[in-house]
Every structure is written in C-alpha cells, then in structure tokens.
C-alpha cells in the first residue's frame, strides 16, 4: 500500500525568508502526487499536483514542487513566504486505482514577521 | 468552483449518543469521501462513495457508518459515539484527479 511521509511537523520561518517542506512517498510505480494547503479554520484547498510528465510543477501563490523517482520525494517550496502562508501544508499521493489518497501528517508553517 | 458544504460545523454529544453529519455538493461529482483529521495523524479515510446508494469502506471505518441518498448527498452515521471520535471531519467530492473540500465539522464526544 501506498504511503507518505513528511517528516517535519511544524516549520517556523521568517516573512520574505525562502521555504521548503519535505515529502516522502512510497508507491509502486508512477505516482500522482499532491500538496494541499489548510489555512486556519477552513478546508483543504489544492496547492498544486503532479501528473507524469514535467518533474517542476509550479502551484498558485507562488509555490512550486520537484518530483524525484530516485529519492521517492515531493518536496514543496517557496522562494520568499508571506505571513499569509500561515497554515497546514498536506502531501498526498493518489492509489493506482485512483479512487482514493493518502495523506501525510501534515507541516504546519509558522510566518515570524 | 466546486462547492461543498458540510452540517452542522459544531457539535457536542455525549458518551452513547447518536450523531449525523451532512454533506452536500453542488457539482454532480460522482465520488464524496469521508475523512477524519487528528494531530499526528494527518487526514484519514472513513468511508467513501462513487454514487447514490453505493458505499465502500475506507481505511478507518470502525464505530462509523455511511450513507449516500442522492448525487448531492453524504450523510455519517455514529450511531453509539466515543470519545475517541471527537475530531475534525471533512467531507471531499472528486471531480477526476482533484477532490474538492468542506469546511469540516468538529465534533466533540463527551
């Protein structure tokens, strides 16, 4: 079965400072993967996703995510983050029959103005 | 956009009660899911449906039961609520690759 780690439970950075979250899949064969975003109070909304292709995906507000089949990563990152990035950040990775995800424990980003 | 709206937001039960949480979306999607999320443990998958009256089990389905009435409609079901399910649930409907969320209901078992 599918997992995803992400090993970093809370992340504090500085406003303007650069960002990167880490994610760690276990899938056999190509995976679709994922990172939602939990701002506070609210639902998850889609940052971006990773379908076979390009290993650059570029997300909104300015995100973007690097797939790696050799280190079975999916790490998100910023270049400079706003107090608004404030929130839970989700990995996930789609099942081969594409019903279902699995998601990691979550990131939660604290912005220090 | 996807719309998804889940009720109550709020509720409080006690040890034995029984409980229905609502969630409905306005996008024909044919998939709904069901989700609990807890500290450590990320988003987890409770019960899922790819249409009216169809229901597949997800990954932490004990003590929870499900129902889907129409296109629009997913209803969970604790029937005898736990203190161990107080949590936050969302409800998510999937439209291809990307599922779409609620707001989530927090729920709390006394």
């Given amino acids: 079965a599918q997992s995803v780690t992400q090993p970093d439970a809370r992340v504090t950075v ?12 276990s899938y056999f064969g ?13 639902g998850l909304q889609l940052l971006l996703k990773y379908y076979p292709g390009d290993p650059v995906v570029q997300g909104v ?3 973007e995510a690097e797939f790696s089949k050799s280190n079975s990563s999916f790490h998100l990152r910023k270049a400079s983050v706003h107090w608004s990035d404030w929130a839970v950040y989700f990995c996930a990775v789609k099942d081969s029959a594409g019903n279902k995800l699995t998601f990691g424990i979550g990131t939660r980003v604290l912005v220090r103005p | 956009e996807a719309a998804v709206t ?4 709020n509720k409080v039960t006690v040890t034995g009660g029984n409980v229905t949480l ?4 306005t996008n024909s999607h044919n998939y709904m899911y069901w989700y609990r999320q807890d ?14 009256g169809n229901l597949q089990i997800g990954d932490v389905p004990d003590g929870y039961k499900a129902t889907r009435t129409t296109q629009e409609d997913f209803f969970l079901l604790l029937e005898l609520a736990s203190p161990s399910q107080t949590s936050l649930y ?7 690759g990307e599922q779409y969320f609620g707001p ?7």
Avoid: M
């Fill in chain 1, 30 to 42: 190509t995976p679709y993967l994922f990172w939602y975003v939990q701002y506070p109070r609210q």
């Fill in chain 2, 39 to 52: 500290t450590g443990h990320g988003l987890r998958l409770i019960h899922y449906s790819y249409g009216a």
């Fill in chain 2, 104 to 110: 989530g209901t927090r729920l709390t078992v006394l």
């Fill in chain 1, 14 to 25: 500085s406003e303007g400072a650069s960002l990167q979250l880490r994610c760690k899949y």
């Fill in chain 1, 61 to 63: 507000n300015g995100f």
């Fill in chain 2, 6 to 9: 889940q009720s109550p937001r």
């Fill in chain 2, 22 to 25: 609502s969630c409905r979306q």
């Fill in chain 2, 90 to 96: 969302f409800c998510a409907s999937r439209d291809r």
